[in-house]
């Protein structure tokens, strides 16, 4: 049974760190591209950061470059979202998933097919 959990969420102050943790069971890192995507209340599913199983290739929308930096570890099967220099905006429920049947990444989130429960992240002073 394919299962994604996320921890790591919080409230932090504007300019903070946090990282994410995204651990899979039922399945391995090495065949799927995991994604992070996160949602604010009263808008869209939004692709954040992605990491291919292919060749650990990482990509990162505008809004995460410079500042959040993906990572797995395959023997903990586990994947990561640093982030920093957190801003106000970056505030949501932030999720990761799995591709259904792919190693390469998307910001797409229906070519994602397991979606864990998110975790909440908070910047605020």
């Known amino acids: 049974q394919v299962q994604l959990v996320e921890s790591g969420g919080g409230l932090v102050q504007p300019g903070g760190s946090l990282r994410l943790s995204c651990a899979a069971s039922g399945f391995t890192l090495d065949y799927y591209a995991i994604g992070w995507f996160r949602q604010a209340p009263g808008k869209e599913r939004e692709g954040v950061s992605c990491?291919?199983?292919?060749?650990?290739?990482?990509f990162y929308a505008n809004s995460a470059k410079g500042r959040f930096t993906i990572s797995r570890d395959n023997a903990k099967n586990t994947v990561y979202l640093q982030m920093n220099s957190l801003k106000p905006e970056d505030t949501a429920v932030y999720y990761c998933a799995r591709r259904r049947l792919d190693s390469s990444c998307a910001f797409v989130p229906g070519a994602y097919g397991y979606w864990g429960q998110g975790t909440q992240v908070t910047v605020s002073s």
């Open positions: 990491i291919s199983s292919r060749d650990g290739s990482t």
